[in-house]
């Protein structure tokens, strides 16, 4: 038994087929996929047709053919030889010339595919759905095994701690794949309770990508109800489910960050919203302060306690008013009255009796006596003197005084109520 190591086996099987002719100077016809170019220039594709695959290299040099651009999809015939990459025992085809051959057939089959879903308002503009602002479930449409359902979860996890993750569990390539993805985005609309649909699977070729490209996956991503957002492949890989989707992202994880908003966003418009609230808040206070303020003041001047206090100092001010009103009042009446008494006074027949006169009466019926005509002789008569009454008999009349003026005044005092004029009058009618 011969037992030999892995690097002389490797270096073996390189020396070999480098003593090939055939496999030294070959064209081959294929496919682009997994096309990549890295910062040195050197790219990295696939050929690939029906039923193989051959890994190739085109290392960047100065010199030799220049090679147009290339694309996935791209037909194409290469130049070049077959080697063996010692490291990772892998077969791969070294390029040094491409020439384009057209359009290969997955890309035929792409474009006439988009073609048609386009011509039926698929990828119109207007049915496309905006994603919720506030999402509080996620579904997502991947493999459990897959690296892309790693990522979003660590993307959530970050972002957004508290949004609940719905898996719905599908193939993402191979035989069967287009029709499980359509199942799990139908089986999460039929569910309720995600908010929006995450549709992801990480990069690889269009031969890995293909079940992306399927219209059965088309279909049930323009049925759903619920939006989609679609995060298939790297940012240069496009599927007819991104056309179709509500909104494309370049990979998993900008899927994630697309669907949910930062927690540091949320906590900064969450810290705003409090200090607008204690703001409201602070002036509603003191409106109400205010207001109650104003009403207190406007009851303390409406309460009853106050209207009594009130009009019991109106009742006292009237009752003031009225008093002086009283004492100006008796003050007038009494001065009237004394006024009155006065001239009452000097009126008195007794003051008149005083002062010498008397009044002289007939009787009976008690008839003032105030001329001689109204006296015959023998007339009873009532004399009314300062210190009482005396009673006379009327005697015959004597004459007239010798002076006229002297006589008529004592006619006169004679009219003025039968008042006696002189003492010696008054001692004559005693006599009589």
């Known amino acids: 038994m011969r037992i030999v190591a892995v690097s002389e086996l490797s270096r073996y099987l390189k020396d070999l087929i480098a003593e090939d002719y055939f496999l030294q100077d070959v064209w081959v016809q294929g496919e682009i996929s997994n096309y990549t170019q890295a910062a040195s220039g050197h790219r990295y594709f696939s050929l690939k047709d029906g039923d193989a695959t051959l890994r190739c290299a085109l290392f960047a040099r100065r010199g030799g053919p220049p090679v147009g651009q290339m694309r996935n999809g791209m037909a194409v015939f290469a130049h070049g030889r077959i080697g063996l990459w010692e490291q990772r025992g892998d077969l791969q085809f070294y390029v040094d010339d491409v020439r384009d051959a057209g359009i290969g057939e997955l890309s035929l089959r792409f474009e006439a595919l988009k073609a048609r879903l386009d011509a039926e308002g698929l990828f119109a503009p207007e049915r496309k759905r905006p994603l919720?602002?506030?999402v509080q479930v996620v579904?997502?449409?991947t493999s459990p095994q897959a690296a892309a359902l790693r990522d979003i979860l660590r993307t959530l996890r970050l972002r957004c701690p508290l949004v609940e993750v719905i898996l719905a569990p599908t193939l993402v390539q191979g035989d069967g794949a287009a029709e499980q993805v359509a199942a799990a985005i139908d089986a999460l609309n039929a569910h309720g309770r995600a908010d929006v649909i995450i549709v992801a699977r990480g990069g690889g070729s269009i031969e890995e990508l293909w079940a992306f490209n399927e219209e059965v996956v088309a279909r049930a991503i323009a049925r759903s109800r619920l939006p989609i957002v679609t995060g298939v492949g790297h940012e240069t890989d496009f599927t007819i489910a991104d056309f179709v989707a509500d909104q494309r992202a370049s990979t998993p994880t900008a899927a994630a960050?697309?669907?949910?908003?930062?927690?540091?966003?949320?906590?900064?418009?969450l810290f705003d919203l409090a200090g607008r609230l204690e703001l409201a808040i602070a002036e509603t206070l003191e409106t109400q302060r205010e207001t109650l303020a104003q009403t207190a003041r406007r009851l303390d001047r409406a309460s009853p306690v106050r209207q009594?206090?009130?009009t019991r100092q109106l009742v006292d001010a009237a009752t003031q008013a009225l008093a002086l009103r009283l004492d100006h009042l008796l003050a007038l009446r009494r001065e009237e009255l004394r006024t009155a008494a006065l001239r009452l006074h000097a009126l008195s027949p007794l003051l008149t009796i005083a002062r010498g006169y008397a009044i002289v009466r007939r009787e009976?019926?008690?008839a003032v006596v105030s001329r001689v005509a109204q006296v015959a002789a023998g007339d009873g008569l009532s004399i009314l003197l300062e210190d009482g009454r005396i009673a006379a008999v009327a005697g015959p009349r004597l004459?007239?005084?010798p002076d006229a003026d002297g006589q008529r005044a004592e006619s006169g005092r004679e009219l003025d109520g039968g008042l006696s004029a002189t003492p010696e009058r008054r001692r004559k009618s005693e006599r009589v």
């Open 132 to 134: 919720p602002e506030r």
């Open 257 to 269: 960050m697309a669907v949910t908003s930062d927690m540091v966003v949320w906590r900064g418009a």
């Open 308 to 310: 009594i206090a009130d």
């Open 364 to 366: 009976p019926g008690g």
């Open 139 to 141: 579904g997502v449409v």
């Open 399 to 401: 004459p007239d005084a």
